[in-house]
């Protein structure tokens, strides 16, 4: 019986949606598997028209070079994972700045400003790592990180009026220096 389960879903079309083929037995073509192929081909050629050598060698060395380059793949993957993981750890103990977000009408995160912290911990048991920051229960991703140490705002209005907020709050005299 066909599963019925989500006909009638209302869903956004414009919605942002990626799609990642896993990879599984099925769908990789492993160097054996070529072989294996290989001779079948050569089993059952035609013998008036027999295959060209120059071809397989040509289909052998593209196989070659894209076991190399998934190779090569996974050794970055690895070393961008422990790249992140050990800037991870680093930021425990560290003041930072991170983006404070909220979901917009469509779904999706928007920054709407900053928030600064101490970092207390990291958590890598999702995946990507993740902070904590001194008194907030909220884990931040790393990317929400906008740097160390305290940064202006970048999604603050800016004042109306023209003037700094420390000179709104008085604490400046005339000449622009801060009052003893």
């Known amino acids: 019986m066909a599963d019925l389960s989500s006909v009638g879903v209302a869903s956004n079309p414009y919605a942002g949606s990626t799609f990642t083929a896993a990879t599984t037995d099925k769908n990789t073509l492993s ?30 060395v593209q196989m070659g070079m894209m076991q190399a380059m998934t190779t090569m793949t996974e050794a970055i993957d690895n070393s961008t994972a ?3 993981q050990t800037y991870a750890a680093s930021m425990i103990g560290q003041e930072i700045t991170v983006a404070v977000t909220e979901k917009d009408a469509a779904g999706r995160e928007t920054p709407v ?27 931040y991703s790393m990317s929400y990180i906008l740097g160390v140490g305290k940064l202006d705002d970048p999604y603050k209005e800016p004042d109306t009026d023209g003037k700094d907020d420390e000179e709104d709050s008085g604490n400046k005299d005339d000449t622009g220096t801060e009052k003893v």
């Open 82 to 84: 422990v790249s992140t």
């Open 113 to 139: 400003g900053v928030k600064y912290g101490k970092v207390v911990s990291v958590d890598f048991t999702s995946g990507m790592p993740t902070i904590r920051l001194e008194n907030d229960p909220k884990d």
């Open 31 to 60: 160097m054996s598997d070529y072989f294996q192929l290989m001779a079948v081909q050569l089993q059952n050629q035609d013998m008036t028209n027999p295959m060209d050598s120059g071809d397989m060698m040509a289909q052998m």
